[in-house]
């Protein structure tokens, strides 16, 4: 996703190709900045993080941080998450079923706060549409938010809603490496690279097979605590990543998969709509990082580049307009000057965080 000096320092140059045409770009040796977080798109309810209301075409930094450092960000439906490099979190935005996990009694929030009962360094965020995830160190995954279809994992018995950070106990024993939060479902990556998805299955978002009868009605319905994913058995996956009605995950070979509703992506998928088991995608370049939003699509290559394709409402797609793309764009703004570190979408915004330095 990212001007150059040259003189007196040290430099390799990183050579792709893309569309044919090949491109150079040099990455230097300076001593690393600290990173900082950019946002852009729908502004509604505070999400965006910039003490104000108003929509972003263009990636713009947040001040919030400009005394920390930051790990991660995660973007849900109306709220962003956000973890520091010490391992706290914190949310900004809408939390009309406790999906900031704050102790503020507040409908939302212009600005981040710090989410509240999570006691151990946490290493990994997620948010969905109204629900939200946090690792801890020890593989531990808590959850909180809007839990209507069972998407925190917490059984059936659980409450609708969960306003503040609660432990997984189906997955005691198991390190969970990460998690991706969807609209109402969940997915979760092991230590080992096996995946686990529960939730709401309509669509075959959750890669179990659902599909429906002839009669129309879904077979099975929502999971209340975690399954596996028996289509990526054998398959080691690094990554993955939740969206509206689809999920997709990223093996140790930069190969994608995707699984449930797909009519966007009609640059790379031409014959059906959706796959309720995970297929691999041929047609994208390697990618290192991928996110999923509510209509959009967004990787990070290797090389550190953002591309970013789909709906574009509000802007998400940080290109400077609301023209749709059915293939990807590279998002620039303010980090012309470094990579791309991390890249997340929400249903209507998107965040990214810098990496490397260019010169």
């Avoid at 409450?159 to 479902?185: D, N, Q, R, Y």
């Avoid at 998805?197 to 009868?213: A, K």
């Avoid at 990787?299 to 797609?317: F, K, M, Q």
Wanted: aromatic share 8%.
């Amino acid at each position: 996703m990212w001007s150059k000096g040259f003189a007196g320092m040290r430099k390799h140059n990183l050579i792709r190709n893309l569309k044919g045409d090949s491109w150079r770009r040099w990455i230097c040796s300076e001593p690393p900045r600290k990173r900082f977080a950019a946002l852009w798109g729908n502004g509604d309810y505070g999400r965006l993080g910039l003490s104000g209301l108003e929509s972003q075409w263009m990636p713009v930094v947040c001040s919030a941080f400009e005394n920390q450092s930051l790990k991660a960000i995660a973007c849900g439906g109306a709220h962003t998450l956000f973890l520091t490099e010490s391992g706290r979190v914190y949310a900004t935005g809408l939390n009309d079923f406790g999906q900031l996990g704050i102790q503020k009694n507040t409908s939302y929030t212009l600005e981040p706060l710090e989410v509240s009962g999570l006691g151990k360094e946490i290493l990994q965020i997620s948010a969905g549409y109204h629900h939200s995830s946090a690792i801890t160190v020890d593989g531990e995954l808590y959850m909180w938010g809007k839990n209507s279809n069972g998407q925190l994992g917490l059984g059936k018995k659980a409450a609708k809603v969960i306003p503040v950070p609660t432990i997984v106990e189906s997955l005691s024993g198991i390190f969970i490496k990460l998690a991706a939060l969807g609209s109402e479902h969940s997915v979760a990556v092991t230590d080992g690279g096996r995946v686990l998805s529960w939730g709401e299955g309509g669509s075959g978002r959750l890669g179990h097979g659902q599909e429906s009868s002839i009669l129309g009605f879904l077979r099975s319905t929502s999971e209340y605590t975690p399954r596996l994913i028996k289509k990526l058995e054998g398959v080691k996956v690094k990554t993955a990543a939740a969206g509206l009605l689809h999920s997709a995950c990223i093996d140790e070979n930069g190969c994608v998969f995707i699984f449930g509703e797909r009519a966007v992506d009609k640059m790379v998928f031409q014959d059906r709509n959706n796959a309720t088991t995970p297929s691999l995608v041929s047609k994208l370049p390697y990618s290192e990082d991928v996110s999923c939003g509510g209509y959009h699509t967004c990787i990070v290559t290797s090389g550190g580049e953002l591309y970013s394709w789909g709906s574009n409402d509000n802007g998400c797609l940080g290109i400077g307009s609301t023209y749709v793309f059915n293939s990807p764009e590279k998002v620039q703004g303010p980090f012309s000057e470094s990579t791309v570190y991390k890249v997340s979408c929400g249903w209507k915004h998107t965040a990214a965080i810098s990496g490397k330095n260019l010169c």
